[in-house]
T-cell receptor, first 113, second 112 residues
Framework: DGGITQSPKYLFRKEGQNVTLSCEQN?????MYWYRQDPGQGLRLIYY???????QKGDIAEGYSVSREKKESFPLTVTSAQKNPTAFYLC????????????FGQGTRLTVV | KQEVTQIPAALSVPEGENLVLNCSFT??????LQWFRQDPGKGLTSLLL?????REQTSGRLNASLDKSSGRSTLYIAASQPGDSATYLC???????????FGQGTTLQVKP
């Protein structure tokens, strides 16, 4: 059964460190997304990619970077330039324009210590 | 810029009650609208997807409606159960890129 997997589930970052969140899917979806969720708020789009080797900034891309070298993988790096990184990060994938198929991972909770 | 709003932010009802969750959006030029469920500390599960040309979708005890002209969608839950307790998020797709713009969510508690 296909799905989308995020790891790790919990991540702790020291001040000034870069950390990378993993997102892997075996759904054969072309598009992948990274969202950030803060307490009591909806999801905000960080980056998205519609095809391998191409990605676009979302609404809150500053302090983050991504790569899309393989269709199955879309890792997110939270850099030291992101001043308030503590949040719940969600990865998703879809077939653009399809009637169904928007799937989310189980999330990574990042905490700055 | 598209903005999505959900009211109320929280709702508590007794078991068995029928209820309606509301979602409004500012730009009627949408591609689709989706309702998701989120349990605490978990990812999102898609409940219903309404294409821009549709008026409603149904799945079991859930019914979602869409009125583009007024910029509104509702999620109707019939005969609520304690297992329905979760946060419900509405998201608007603006264009075929698949990008979704989310509301803040409504946290529902169904009391036994």
């Amino acid at each position: 059964d296909g799905g989308i997997t995020q790891s790790p589930k919990y991540l702790f970052r020291k001040e000034g460190q870069n950390v990378t969140l993993s997102c892997e899917q075996n759904l054969n979806h072309d598009a992948m997304y990274w969202y950030r969720q803060d307490p009591g708020q909806g999801l905000r789009l960080i980056y998205y990619s519609q095809i391998v080797n191409d990605f676009q900034k979302g609404d809150i891309a500053e302090g983050y970077s991504v790569s899309r070298e393989k269709k199955e993988s879309f890792p997110l790096t939270v850099t030291s330039a992101q001043k308030n990184p503590t949040a719940f990060y969600l990865c998703a994938s879809s077939i653009p324009g399809a009637a169904q198929g928007f799937r989310f991972g189980q999330g990574t909770r990042l905490t700055v210590v | 810029k598209q903005e999505v709003t959900q009211i109320p932010a929280a709702l508590s009802v007794p078991e068995g009650e029928n209820l309606v969750l509301n979602c409004s959006f500012t730009d009627s030029a949408i591609y689709n609208l989706q309702w998701f469920r989120q349990d605490p500390g978990k990812g999102l599960t898609s409940l219903l997807l309404i294409q821009s040309s549709q008026r409603e979708q149904t799945s079991g005890r859930l019914n979602a409606s869409l009125d583009k002209s007024s910029g509104r969608s509702t999620l109707y839950i019939a005969a609520s159960q304690p297992g329905d307790s979760a946060t419900y998020l509405c998201a608007v797709g603006s264009g075929n890129t698949g990008k979704l713009i989310f509301g803040q969510g409504t946290t529902l508690q169904v009391k036994p």
